[in-house]
């Protein structure tokens, strides 16, 4: 497994502090989230994504992936929807990252497979996929399952596990890993408080079944990207990441296959 560190734990610290803290505490990569705050959007110059790509390869680390917020599943026209989800796949594309992460928000998987449908022949076209997040209202891996495999575009999409959701709906980590090991292209890493209080803390510290998960993965061979999700964007109190990477690189360390 690889780790990296997602820049949403580095709210207002901009892309050249992301890369600094990641290249310092033992990351591979970097997971970019989309949004102005951060420097890198899709409203970004050829050259603006030029010198993004340059600054974080420069430092010996890649782009693990990109963190948009499409809302895949979510009622209402497609055309708005599939042309945001292009967007971001092209300038995934441009920053050299494999994938991009989309939330699901509805519930209707007709709805998502469509659109996942629209934009495989650019995905394809670009060797990009999209990496659908067990969040929100299908926050289980048999949902994400389900709407993947409705879509039928094995080569242009994926599953993101996020250890949270899924449990704190009611799925074990088994259960889960079982739903989508034919998809599984991306995992988030993170602990809370509770299945009810989603407060992060240090890894460990708090009531996801971090081990658990971790021998699942690694008894399936699980090789991929394993990002630490610090969400100090929507909980500024909490620590500052740097003091819970090591925590993360242990726990990559500890179950690497």
Known sequence: MKLALSTLGLPGEGLDRAI?????????????RLHPDTGVHTGLSAGERRSVRERVERAGLE????????????????????????????????????????????????????????????????????????????????????????????????????????????????????ALAP??????????VSADDTTPVPLWTGAVPLDEAGELLRSAGYDGWVSLEWERTWYPRVAPVEEILPGAAEWVRRFSA
């Open 20 to 32: 600094e803290i990641a290249a310092g505490h033992g990351c591979q990569g970097l997971e970019l």
């Open 183 to 192: 998809t599984l292209a991306y995992v988030q890493v993170k602990d809370a």
């Open 63 to 178: 782009i693990s992936a990109v963190a948009g917020y499409v809302r895949i599943c979510e009622p209402g026209p497609d055309e708005p929807v599939v042309d945001a989800l292009l967007a971001d796949l092209r300038l995934a594309a441009d920053l050299g990252a494999p994938g991009v992460r989309v939330f699901p928000r509805g519930d209707d998987p007709a709805i998502g497979a469509r659109r996942l449908k629209a934009v495989s022949g650019e995905a394809a076209d670009l060797g990009r996929r999209v990496l659908v997040e067990t969040h929100d209202l299908m926050a289980t891996g048999a949902a994400v399952a389900g709407l993947l495999a409705e879509a039928g575009c094995p080569g242009t999409t994926g599953a993101l596990w996020d250890l949270l959701h899924p449990w704190r709906n009611g799925e074990s980590p088994a259960d889960t890993l079982a």
